[in-house]
Protein backbone atom coordinates (compact mmCIF):
# COMPACT_ATOMS: atom_id res chain seq x y z
CA UNK A 1 0.00 0.00 0.00
CA UNK A 2 1.13 3.48 -0.52
CA UNK A 3 0.14 6.19 1.39
CA UNK A 4 0.15 10.18 0.22
CA UNK A 5 0.59 12.70 3.24
CA UNK A 6 0.66 16.20 2.77
CA UNK A 7 3.40 17.13 6.12
CA UNK A 8 5.28 14.62 8.67
CA UNK A 9 2.24 13.99 11.51
CA UNK A 10 -0.61 13.90 8.97
CA UNK A 11 0.61 10.14 8.33
CA UNK A 12 0.51 9.30 12.01
CA UNK A 13 -2.87 11.68 12.93
CA UNK A 14 -5.04 9.55 10.15
CA UNK A 15 -3.87 6.52 9.12
CA UNK A 16 -1.00 5.67 11.91
CA UNK A 17 -2.50 2.47 13.59
CA UNK A 18 -3.37 1.53 10.02
CA UNK A 19 0.31 1.75 9.05
CA UNK A 20 1.48 -0.06 11.94
CA UNK A 21 -1.30 -3.10 11.51
CA UNK A 22 -0.42 -3.67 8.12
CA UNK A 23 3.52 -3.76 8.37
CA UNK A 24 2.83 -6.10 11.30
CA UNK A 25 1.02 -8.30 9.10
CA UNK A 26 3.94 -8.34 6.73
CA UNK A 27 2.26 -6.16 3.46
CA UNK A 28 4.45 -3.64 2.30
CA UNK A 29 3.92 0.11 3.15
CA UNK A 30 4.94 3.06 1.82
CA UNK A 31 4.97 6.52 2.67
CA UNK A 32 5.49 9.07 0.62
CA UNK A 33 5.18 13.12 1.97
CA UNK A 34 4.97 15.12 -0.32
CA UNK A 35 6.57 18.30 2.47
CA UNK A 36 8.95 18.72 4.98
CA UNK A 37 6.12 21.04 7.02
CA UNK A 38 8.47 24.21 6.94
CA UNK A 39 5.47 26.64 8.20
CA UNK A 40 4.57 24.20 11.29
CA UNK A 41 3.97 26.59 14.58
CA UNK A 42 7.00 24.68 17.05
CA UNK A 43 5.07 23.73 20.34
CA UNK A 44 8.86 23.28 21.93
CA UNK A 45 9.81 26.95 23.08
CA UNK A 46 13.87 25.84 23.07
CA UNK A 47 12.86 25.03 19.67
CA UNK A 48 11.16 28.36 18.55
CA UNK A 49 13.85 29.22 16.55
CA UNK A 50 13.93 27.16 13.81
CA UNK A 51 10.46 27.83 12.85
CA UNK A 52 10.10 29.97 9.14
CA UNK A 53 10.30 33.25 10.90
CA UNK A 54 13.35 32.74 11.81
CA UNK A 55 16.14 30.42 11.11
CA UNK A 56 13.89 28.29 8.66
CA UNK A 57 15.40 24.79 10.13
CA UNK A 58 12.07 23.45 10.65
CA UNK A 59 12.22 21.26 8.23
CA UNK A 60 15.47 19.46 8.69
CA UNK A 61 14.21 18.61 12.40
CA UNK A 62 10.81 17.20 11.28
CA UNK A 63 12.56 15.03 8.97
CA UNK A 64 14.39 13.23 12.08
CA UNK A 65 10.38 13.17 13.83
CA UNK A 66 8.87 11.17 11.16
CA UNK A 67 11.75 8.93 10.68
CA UNK A 68 11.34 8.10 14.79
CA UNK A 69 7.57 8.30 14.55
CA UNK A 70 7.91 5.32 11.11
CA UNK A 71 10.22 3.21 14.06
CA UNK A 72 6.93 3.59 15.97
CA UNK A 73 5.12 2.15 13.20
CA UNK A 74 7.38 -0.13 11.95
CA UNK A 75 7.46 1.50 8.52
CA UNK A 76 10.24 1.21 6.89
CA UNK A 77 9.89 2.74 3.25
CA UNK A 78 9.12 6.26 3.59
CA UNK A 79 9.86 8.90 0.72
CA UNK A 80 9.46 12.83 0.11
CA UNK A 81 7.84 13.81 -3.11
CA UNK A 82 10.41 14.58 -5.83
CA UNK A 83 13.33 14.28 -2.25
CA UNK A 84 13.27 15.98 0.62
CA UNK A 85 12.80 19.24 0.31
CA UNK A 86 11.56 19.53 -3.18
CA UNK A 87 8.08 21.19 -2.51
CA UNK A 88 8.05 23.30 0.77
CA UNK A 89 5.08 23.64 3.26
CA UNK A 90 2.55 26.15 1.74
CA UNK A 91 1.34 27.37 5.15
CA UNK A 92 -2.85 27.88 5.64
CA UNK A 93 -4.96 29.21 2.52
CA UNK A 94 -4.48 32.81 1.64
CA UNK A 95 -1.15 33.62 3.64
CA UNK A 96 2.41 34.90 2.17
CA UNK A 97 3.45 30.90 2.15
CA UNK A 98 1.29 30.04 -0.75
CA UNK A 99 2.94 32.18 -2.95
CA UNK A 100 6.73 30.71 -1.66
CA UNK A 101 8.55 29.78 -4.64
CA UNK A 102 9.01 26.27 -3.85
CA UNK A 103 5.39 25.91 -1.97
CA UNK A 104 3.46 23.05 -2.79
CA UNK A 105 0.23 25.00 -3.67
CA UNK A 106 1.92 26.75 -6.97
CA UNK A 107 1.22 23.35 -8.62
CA UNK A 108 -2.89 24.78 -8.40
CA UNK A 109 -1.47 27.60 -10.76
CA UNK A 110 1.40 26.83 -12.09
CA UNK A 111 1.08 23.46 -15.13
CA UNK A 112 4.94 22.76 -14.55
CA UNK A 113 5.13 22.23 -10.98
CA UNK A 114 2.09 20.42 -11.02
CA UNK A 115 3.40 18.25 -13.55
CA UNK A 116 6.75 17.83 -11.90
CA UNK A 117 4.53 16.39 -8.31
CA UNK A 118 3.01 13.82 -10.35
CA UNK A 119 5.53 12.71 -12.53
CA UNK A 120 7.57 12.24 -9.29
CA UNK A 121 4.80 10.12 -7.72
CA UNK A 122 4.52 8.18 -10.77
CA UNK A 123 8.04 7.43 -10.63
CA UNK A 124 7.17 5.98 -6.99
CA UNK A 125 3.90 4.53 -8.01
CA UNK A 126 5.54 2.20 -11.11
CA UNK A 127 8.49 1.04 -7.98
CA UNK A 128 6.08 0.12 -5.58
CA UNK A 129 3.03 -1.34 -7.44
CA UNK A 130 0.82 -0.98 -5.00
CA UNK A 131 -2.51 -2.67 -4.79
CA UNK A 132 -4.00 0.16 -2.14
CA UNK A 133 -3.46 3.82 -2.09
CA UNK A 134 -4.55 6.43 0.21
CA UNK A 135 -4.86 9.63 0.70
CA UNK A 136 -7.37 12.42 1.39
CA UNK A 137 -10.81 13.79 -0.54
CA UNK A 138 -10.12 16.44 -2.58
CA UNK A 139 -11.21 19.19 0.45
CA UNK A 140 -7.96 17.83 2.33
CA UNK A 141 -9.63 16.93 4.99
CA UNK A 142 -10.11 20.13 6.35
CA UNK A 143 -9.05 22.62 3.36
CA UNK A 144 -5.08 23.09 3.86
CA UNK A 145 -4.05 24.03 0.59
CA UNK A 146 -1.24 21.32 0.86
CA UNK A 147 -3.84 18.57 1.89
CA UNK A 148 -5.63 19.62 -0.99
CA UNK A 149 -2.51 19.19 -3.20
CA UNK A 150 -1.60 16.27 -1.99
CA UNK A 151 -5.51 14.94 -2.96
CA UNK A 152 -4.81 16.28 -6.41
CA UNK A 153 -1.59 14.81 -7.17
CA UNK A 154 -1.81 11.37 -5.91
CA UNK A 155 -5.25 11.10 -8.07
CA UNK A 156 -3.53 12.07 -10.85
CA UNK A 157 -0.57 9.99 -10.82
CA UNK A 158 -2.58 7.40 -9.99
CA UNK A 159 -4.23 7.84 -13.52
CA UNK A 160 -0.62 8.49 -15.12
CA UNK A 161 0.91 5.51 -13.83
CA UNK A 162 -1.84 3.11 -15.47
CA UNK A 163 -1.23 4.87 -18.94
CA UNK A 164 0.98 3.42 -20.92
CA UNK A 165 1.55 6.32 -22.93
CA UNK A 166 2.89 8.28 -19.82
CA UNK A 167 6.69 8.54 -19.51
CA UNK A 168 8.72 6.08 -18.85
CA UNK A 169 8.71 2.72 -16.46
CA UNK A 170 6.08 -0.45 -16.68
CA UNK A 171 2.72 1.05 -16.22
CA UNK A 172 0.95 -0.32 -13.27
CA UNK A 173 -3.19 0.19 -12.10
CA UNK A 174 -4.10 0.70 -8.58
CA UNK A 175 -6.32 -1.76 -7.56
CA UNK A 176 -8.41 -0.14 -4.57
CA UNK A 177 -8.31 4.22 -3.82
CA UNK A 178 -9.25 5.42 -0.62
CA UNK A 179 -9.64 8.60 1.14
CA UNK A 180 -8.97 8.99 4.80
CA UNK A 181 -12.60 9.82 6.72
CA UNK A 182 -13.66 10.34 10.37
CA UNK A 183 -17.55 9.95 10.81
CA UNK A 184 -19.35 11.96 12.41
CA UNK A 185 -20.69 9.50 14.49
CA UNK A 186 -17.84 9.07 16.05
CA UNK A 187 -16.89 12.87 16.97
CA UNK A 188 -20.34 12.95 18.82
CA UNK A 189 -19.27 10.03 20.69
CA UNK A 190 -16.57 11.43 21.57
CA UNK A 191 -18.10 14.68 22.63
CA UNK A 192 -20.37 13.07 24.81
CA UNK A 193 -18.13 10.94 26.51
CA UNK A 194 -16.12 13.75 27.65
CA UNK A 195 -18.48 16.31 27.95
CA UNK A 196 -17.75 16.45 31.34
CA UNK A 197 -14.02 15.98 30.89
CA UNK A 198 -10.96 18.95 31.15
CA UNK A 199 -10.54 18.54 27.20
CA UNK A 200 -11.01 21.51 24.65
CA UNK A 201 -12.52 20.59 21.73
CA UNK A 202 -12.23 23.80 20.53
CA UNK A 203 -15.81 24.20 19.38
CA UNK A 204 -19.18 23.77 20.70
CA UNK A 205 -20.70 21.01 18.32
CA UNK A 206 -19.40 18.27 15.71
CA UNK A 207 -20.49 20.46 12.78
CA UNK A 208 -18.77 23.09 13.56
CA UNK A 209 -15.18 21.18 13.07
CA UNK A 210 -12.95 21.51 10.07
CA UNK A 211 -13.14 17.81 9.83
CA UNK A 212 -15.64 14.61 9.90
CA UNK A 213 -17.84 13.29 7.17
CA UNK A 214 -21.38 12.39 7.26
CA UNK A 215 -21.48 8.38 8.08
CA UNK A 216 -23.15 7.27 5.17
CA UNK A 217 -19.66 8.08 2.84
CA UNK A 218 -17.61 5.87 5.15
CA UNK A 219 -16.94 2.64 3.61
CA UNK A 220 -14.38 1.08 5.46
CA UNK A 221 -13.02 0.73 8.71
CA UNK A 222 -9.35 -0.81 10.18
CA UNK A 223 -9.81 -2.60 13.64
CA UNK A 224 -6.22 -1.34 14.81
CA UNK A 225 -6.68 -2.42 18.32
CA UNK A 226 -3.22 -3.45 19.15
CA UNK A 227 -1.82 -0.69 17.75
CA UNK A 228 -3.18 2.41 19.29
CA UNK A 229 0.39 2.47 22.16
CA UNK A 230 2.18 2.51 18.98
CA UNK A 231 0.58 5.28 17.15
CA UNK A 232 0.79 7.27 20.22
CA UNK A 233 4.63 6.86 19.95
CA UNK A 234 4.36 7.81 16.36
CA UNK A 235 2.67 10.88 17.18
CA UNK A 236 4.56 11.69 20.01
CA UNK A 237 7.57 11.86 18.45
CA UNK A 238 6.46 14.41 16.21
CA UNK A 239 7.37 16.45 18.98
CA UNK A 240 7.23 20.13 17.84
CA UNK A 241 3.91 19.49 16.52
CA UNK A 242 1.53 17.85 18.43
CA UNK A 243 1.52 17.54 22.41
CA UNK A 244 0.22 14.19 23.49
CA UNK A 245 -1.63 14.34 26.74
CA UNK A 246 -2.38 10.60 27.74
CA UNK A 247 -5.13 9.08 25.34
CA UNK A 248 -5.46 12.56 22.99
CA UNK A 249 -3.26 14.28 21.29
CA UNK A 250 -3.36 18.21 20.41
CA UNK A 251 -1.99 20.40 17.51
CA UNK A 252 -0.63 24.07 17.73
CA UNK A 253 -4.31 24.77 18.06
CA UNK A 254 -4.71 23.11 20.90
CA UNK A 255 -8.21 21.38 20.08
CA UNK A 256 -7.94 18.09 21.59
CA UNK A 257 -8.83 14.90 19.87
CA UNK A 258 -8.51 11.23 20.77
CA UNK A 259 -5.99 8.63 19.77
CA UNK A 260 -7.88 6.16 18.32
CA UNK A 261 -6.67 2.70 17.07
CA UNK A 262 -9.71 2.35 14.64
CA UNK A 263 -9.50 4.29 11.69
CA UNK A 264 -11.74 5.11 8.77
CA UNK A 265 -11.65 5.61 4.89
CA UNK A 266 -13.93 6.05 1.65
CA UNK A 267 -13.41 3.80 -1.00
CA UNK A 268 -13.51 6.06 -4.57
CA UNK A 269 -12.41 3.75 -7.00
CA UNK A 270 -12.15 -0.26 -7.09
CA UNK A 271 -14.92 -2.60 -5.22
CA UNK A 272 -15.57 -3.12 -1.58
CA UNK A 273 -14.42 -7.05 -0.23
CA UNK A 274 -17.19 -9.23 1.16
CA UNK A 275 -16.55 -8.97 4.66
CA UNK A 276 -18.16 -6.70 6.48
CA UNK A 277 -18.71 -5.50 9.85
CA UNK A 278 -22.03 -5.05 11.85
CA UNK A 279 -21.95 -1.31 10.50
CA UNK A 280 -21.31 -2.72 7.23
CA UNK A 281 -18.19 -1.35 6.60
CA UNK A 282 -15.52 -3.19 4.65
CA UNK A 283 -12.40 -4.53 7.38
CA UNK A 284 -9.77 -4.91 5.28
CA UNK A 285 -8.37 -2.40 2.77
CA UNK A 286 -6.67 -5.41 0.84
CA UNK A 287 -10.71 -7.38 0.44
CA UNK A 288 -11.37 -8.80 -2.63
CA UNK A 289 -8.07 -8.30 -3.76
CA UNK A 290 -5.73 -11.63 -5.24
CA UNK A 291 -1.92 -11.87 -4.99
Same mark, same amino acid.
Given at each position: ?7 ? $? ?23 ? #? !? ?27 ? #? ?36 ? &? ?11 ? $? ?9 ? &? ?24 ? &? ?34 ? &? ?21 ? @? ?36 ? @? ?11 ? !? ?22 ? @? ?5
Amino acid at each position: MLLVHAHP $DDESIGSGATMAYYADAGAGVTLLT #C !TLGEEGEVLVPELAQLAASQADQLGGLRI #CELSEAMRELGVVDHRYLGGPGRFRDSGMMDTPANKHP &RAFWRAASEPEVF $DAAVAAAVEVI &REVRPQVMVTYDDNGGYGHPDHIMAH &RVATAAADAAADPSYGDGEPWQVAKFYWTATPKSLL &RKGFEALKDAPVNFGVADVDDLP @FGVDDELVTTEIDGTGYGEAKMKALAAHRTQIAVDGVF @FALSNMLGREILA !TEHYRLVRGELGADRNADGHETDL @FAGLVE
